[in-house]
């Protein structure tokens, strides 16, 4: 369906402005000593947390059953009360604000969608603004919109009801129904927990694109350290009873666990997974010698006697990838096909994939119109796994690593 996020980027951080950087450098939520404990419990659900959730990104909430991360999220919109401690929202005490105001500013989505059942798709949709008092055509547009924006054809969708929905695009809906009045912040708890694996990997591409449009400030519950790692901007690691291990970039909580729990916890492929955090857009891919398609005999031969001995790649007449010519003591040999070229949004680990499969040691890589930006070889994957700590990309993709200009 949709692709995954380009430039670095599920956090679409290019083009923006300094001011606009800055802006969502700023905390939105911040957590303070915040304590839940229920009556009867011993321990507390959730312990003195401090935590800030910075505007416009997405923080994931993993850890095991039972460490608090529903609790913690339903403290942020005071579906429960704290025992002690302060949270605010855009700066405000959130106890000085009326529940019900709160929760219009606070999109809220749960697994399986929650849609109300005797309501069409189109009223679920439609419930903030209608509390907000907006007009029908007002709505009714939003409704499409949102519909539109989560990849349901408005036509076709906006007048059933939930149970002749599949799964997947319950989900869709109930993303739709929390963004319905715009709110500034959306709690997410484990949205996508009850879709199937495809369809699930489906949904969290498209999220990442609906919010690279619309940059809530987003809490995501999830069990799933993958899906936490693919999904945030930083991630909070719970263990037993609301303690946070670890709160980082997924990068550096791969690459730098800060304590056993941790480790266990993100487990074996640590190293495999950064792989998918590394898109080659964001990164300088290595130049290659090329060679023009179209090119006479001549130049041919003395393309070749530079390269020496290996592959030359051949680009076509608008700088496209066209195939590759071996070359052998200096002289052009065989011409060989080309394997489907990997674009920005491809990760080293959709490369090393892509090449494993096909037992080919080097693939070519365009940018997004298809033009050639150079070529990405088994070696510099190899290089990036075996990569220390010190090299894990810088977060929000202002970094990257340097292993590839070692080909
Ligand atoms: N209403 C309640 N009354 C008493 N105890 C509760 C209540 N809700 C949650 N708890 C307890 O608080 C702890 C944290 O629960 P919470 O639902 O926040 O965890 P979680 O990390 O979201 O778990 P899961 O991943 O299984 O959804 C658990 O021990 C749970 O049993």
């Known amino acids: ?17 300094a001011g606009e950087q800055q802006d969502e450098d700023r905390a939105m939520i911040r957590l303070e000593a915040l304590t839940k404990r229920y009556p009867g419990q011993r321990q507390a659900a959730v312990e003195e947390l401090d935590l800030e959730i910075p505007a416009g990104r997405i923080v994931t909430f993993v850890g095991p059953s039972g460490c608090g991360k529903t609790t913690t999220m339903k403290l942020i919109n005071r579906l429960i009360e704290p025992t002690s401690g302060r949270i605010h929202l855009d700066g405000r005490d959130v106890t000085e604000v009326a529940p019900h105001v709160l929760r219009r500013n606070i999109g809220y989505t749960i697994q399986q969608g929650g849609l109300f059942p005797h309501r069409t798709v189109a009223d679920n949709i439609a419930t903030v603004p209608r509390l907000l008092g907006w007009d029908r055509e007002r709505i009714a547009a939003r409704v499409d919109e949102l519909l539109d924006l989560v990849g349901l054809a408005p036509q076709t969708y906006r007048r059933r009801y939930p149970k002749q929905l599949s799964g997947g695009q319950q989900q869709r809906v109930g993303v739709a129904r929390a963004l319905g009045g715009d709110p ?54 719970f263990g037993d009873g609301g303690v946070v291990h670890q709160y980082d970039t997924p ?8 304590d056993d729990f941790v480790s266990d916890f993100i487990g ?38 530079r390269a020496g001995h290996g592959h030359l790649m051949v680009l076509d007449d608008d700088g496209r990838p066209a195939g590759w010519l071996r070359v052998e003591d200096g002289a052009p040999g065989e011409r060989l096909p080309l394997l489907t070229p990997l674009g920005p949004d491809a990760t080293l680990f959709d490369a090393l994939d892509r090449m494993l499969a096909a037992n ?38 202002s970094g990257g690593s340097d292993a590839l200009q070692e080909v």
Do not use: C
Not at 1 to 16: C, F, V, W
Not at 273 to 301: F, N
């Open 1 to 17: 369906m949709l692709e995954k996020m380009t430039n670095g980027s599920k956090r679409g951080d290019g083009g923006r402005t």
């Open 184 to 237: 500034q912040v959306m709690l997410m708890d484990e949205p996508f927990g009850a879709i199937d694996p495809l369809n699930r990997e489906a949904l969290q591409n498209e999220f990442l694109r609906i919010q690279a449009e619309v940059r809530k400030t987003i809490v995501f519950v999830t069990h799933d350290i993958d899906e936490a790692v693919k999904m945030g901007d930083r991630i909070a690691i």
């Open 251 to 258: 990068e550096r909580i791969l690459a730098d666990p800060a």
């Open 268 to 305: 074996a492929g640590a190293s495999v997974r950064r792989l998918s955090l590394t898109p080659l857009g964001a990164l300088p891919v290595p130049d290659w010698p090329t060679v023009g398609d179209s090119a006479g005999g001549e130049e041919r031969a003395a393309a070749a006697r």
């Open 360 to 397: 080919s040691s080097a693939l070519a890589v365009v940018d997004g119109d298809g033009g050639y930006r150079g070529v990405v070889t088994m070696d510099a994957v190899r290089e990036l796994i075996n990569s220390t700590a010190a090299h894990a990309p810088r977060p929000h993709g």
